[in-house]
């Protein structure tokens, strides 16, 4: 069932299930009001007729006659038994309405129970036993409301009338109310039927603020967009990062084992050799980050171990150093680092050391000079430990820095680099899993430095 639905029928049925209980309940306590003013009104002519026959016993029935006549509007349909103490009948009202269970409501009656009500089709019947005057009696009235009973079938009707009315009136306000409430959702709905992950780019929702709850719920869809759509190009550009990843390092092993075959040093050989084991090594590792990564990406958590950062850097420069032993790579600490607890954080120790691996390689390939300086410390405030990389080089402008992670983007200093614009890209991700953050600036011309802050452990 649709919520428009749903608020036209939960809402118009609860308001008329209430408003037909309480009109009811008017209904019910009248008509009981009703007959309890009646039979009052019964027993108070039973008791004038009990002190007048009492008064006047010598003339009693020709006065009672009288009376009868007299009193006879009184009541529409009305008849009257009077009894005496051993209940013998001593008058009885001329009317022709015959009470047929009188017998039955005398036998009942005596001086421990003096009163008697019950109804018989619309007539309201009441038994009484009296003591006037030393004597006692019994007396037993059936009569017909006609007012009362003309005044509940009116009160009836008006009933009625007032919940269809009124009815009528919820179900208008439930239409009206449902469209109201249910019209941004309508519209949401109908926007995400029109998405398209393959042509998003970069528009989301706008967001909703006619409700606290549609602001709230396009505000989640669309940090679920974010995400979906970030694993959705992981995914879509896989094979670039594969090609950015492997292809050099397999043509390298490809064309050292060319050489190697008609190669007769045997030094030149086993150097050779060795290059083609880190080479190899290095390959296995740039794969099984790719595959730790997509693991991620599949909804698996990722293996991490408190690691000591400087370490793992030491243990990168060491490598880098091989490649590169021309180029130097400085290492600071800032006077807030004042112990190892300053330098660890939880972490994959694999995906880290690729993370910096690949922004140290850049420093060495976009650098103008040999050097490369490495900074450690802390943020007491956010519990986090940030590490800044500066080199001395062309830096990225101002109108290319928002596009420096995105894939594919390659700035104005990288002519004449090797590459598909897809490790910052690689690195970028590596830290987000580690729930830290990267940003790059240039504080002065031909200075870069890229600041990386992981959360302590």
């Given at each position: 069932m649709k919520i428009r639905n749903k608020i036209l029928f939960y809402f118009s049925s609860t308001v008329s299930v209430l408003l037909g209980v309480a009109l009811l309940s008017i209904f019910i306590l009248f008509s009981e009001y009703r007959e309890e003013e009646f039979q009052q009104r019964q027993n108070t002519k039973i008791k004038q007729t009990l002190i007048f026959l009492n008064k006047y016993k010598a003339y009693g029935k020709e006065l009672a006659g009288v009376m009868d006549e007299l009193t006879i509007n009184d009541f529409y349909d009305e008849k009257m038994l009077v009894f005496n103490?051993?209940?013998?009948?001593?008058?009885?009202?001329?009317?022709?309405?015959?009470?047929?269970?009188?017998?039955?409501?005398?036998?009942?009656?005596d001086t421990s129970n003096i009163w008697i009500e019950t109804k018989v089709d619309n007539y309201d019947i009441v038994g009484v036993y009296l003591k006037i005057e030393n004597s006692g009696y019994y007396a037993i009235s059936k009569a017909y409301d006609e007012a009362g009973h003309s005044k509940i079938y009116f009160l009836g009707n008006v009933l009625i009338g007032i919940f269809i009315f009124i009815t009528v009136?919820?179900?208008?306000?439930?239409?009206?109310?449902?469209?109201?409430?249910?019209?941004?959702?309508?519209?949401?709905s109908e926007r995400l039927s029109k998405f398209d992950?393959?042509?998003?780019?970069?528009?989301?929702?706008?967001?909703?603020?006619?409700?606290?709850?549609?602001?709230?719920?396009?505000?989640?869809?669309?940090?679920?967009?974010?995400?979906?759509?970030?694993?959705?190009?992981?995914?879509?550009?896989?094979?670039?990062?594969?090609?950015?990843?492997?292809?050099?390092?397999?043509?390298?092993?490809?064309s050292e084992l060319e050489i190697l075959k008609s190669?007769?040093?045997?030094?030149?050989?086993?150097?050779?050799?060795?290059?083609?084991?880190?080479?190899?090594?290095?390959?296995?590792?740039?794969?099984?980050?790719?595959?730790?990564?997509?693991?991620?990406e599949a909804g698996q958590e990722i293996t991490l171990q408190c690691l000591r950062v400087d370490e793992l850097l030491f243990d990168t420069i060491a490598e880098l150093n091989s490649l590169y032993p021309n180029h130097s790579f400085g290492i600071n600490y800032s006077s807030l680092v004042t112990?190892?607890?300053?330098?660890?954080?939880?972490?994959?120790?694999?995906?880290l050391k690729q993370?910096?691996?690949?922004?140290?390689?850049?420093?060495?390939?976009?650098?103008?000079?040999?050097?490369?300086?490495?900074?450690?410390?802390?943020?007491?405030?956010?519990?986090?430990?940030?590490?800044?990389?500066?080199?001395?080089g062309k830096t990225i402008s101002k109108?290319?820095?928002?596009?420096?992670?995105?894939?594919?983007?390659?700035g104005a200093n990288s002519h004449g680099q090797t590459g598909f614009g897809l490790g910052l890209v690689l690195t970028k991700k590596i830290i987000l899993l580690h729930k830290g953050s990267i940003q790059y600036s240039?504080?002065?011309?031909?200075?870069?430095?890229?600041e990386i802050k992981i959360p302590l452990s």
């Amino acid at each position: 069932m649709k919520i428009r639905n749903k608020i036209l029928f939960y809402f118009s049925s609860t308001v008329s299930v209430l408003l037909g209980v309480a009109l009811l309940s008017i209904f019910i306590l009248f008509s009981e009001y009703r007959e309890e003013e009646f039979q009052q009104r019964q027993n108070t002519k039973i008791k004038q007729t009990l002190i007048f026959l009492n008064k006047y016993k010598a003339y009693g029935k020709e006065l009672a006659g009288v009376m009868d006549e007299l009193t006879i509007n009184d009541f529409y349909d009305e008849k009257m038994l009077v009894f005496n103490a051993d209940k013998e009948l001593i008058f009885a009202s001329i009317d022709n309405l015959p009470i047929a269970n009188y017998k039955e409501i005398l036998s009942e009656l005596d001086t421990s129970n003096i009163w008697i009500e019950t109804k018989v089709d619309n007539y309201d019947i009441v038994g009484v036993y009296l003591k006037i005057e030393n004597s006692g009696y019994y007396a037993i009235s059936k009569a017909y409301d006609e007012a009362g009973h003309s005044k509940i079938y009116f009160l009836g009707n008006v009933l009625i009338g007032i919940f269809i009315f009124i009815t009528v009136i919820v179900i208008l306000i439930s239409i009206v109310l449902s469209n109201h409430i249910s019209k941004p959702l309508t519209l949401l709905s109908e926007r995400l039927s029109k998405f398209d992950l393959n042509h998003l780019g970069g528009s989301f929702l706008k967001t909703d603020k006619s409700s606290y709850e549609l602001e709230l719920l396009t505000e989640r869809f669309n940090a679920l967009l974010k995400k979906t759509n970030e694993a959705f190009l992981f995914q879509k550009h896989v094979v670039n990062h594969i090609s950015h990843e492997l292809k050099t390092p397999i043509s390298i092993l490809v064309s050292e084992l060319e050489i190697l075959k008609s190669n007769r040093d045997l030094d030149q050989v086993h150097q050779l050799l060795e290059g083609q084991i880190q080479a190899a090594k290095s390959l296995g590792d740039t794969i099984n980050i790719l595959l730790e990564i997509a693991k991620y990406e599949a909804g698996q958590e990722i293996t991490l171990q408190c690691l000591r950062v400087d370490e793992l850097l030491f243990d990168t420069i060491a490598e880098l150093n091989s490649l590169y032993p021309n180029h130097s790579f400085g290492i600071n600490y800032s006077s807030l680092v004042t112990g190892e607890e300053d330098l660890q954080v939880m972490g994959n120790e694999m995906l880290l050391k690729q993370a910096f691996q690949n922004l140290l390689t850049n420093s060495v390939s976009y650098g103008i000079t040999k050097q490369t300086s490495i900074t450690f410390d802390t943020i007491a405030q956010t519990k986090e430990l940030a590490v800044c990389i500066s080199n001395s080089g062309k830096t990225i402008s101002k109108s290319e820095e928002k596009y420096l992670f995105d894939y594919f983007f390659r700035g104005a200093n990288s002519h004449g680099q090797t590459g598909f614009g897809l490790g910052l890209v690689l690195t970028k991700k590596i830290i987000l899993l580690h729930k830290g953050s990267i940003q790059y600036s240039s504080k002065k011309d031909k200075h870069n430095n890229f600041e990386i802050k992981i959360p302590l452990s």
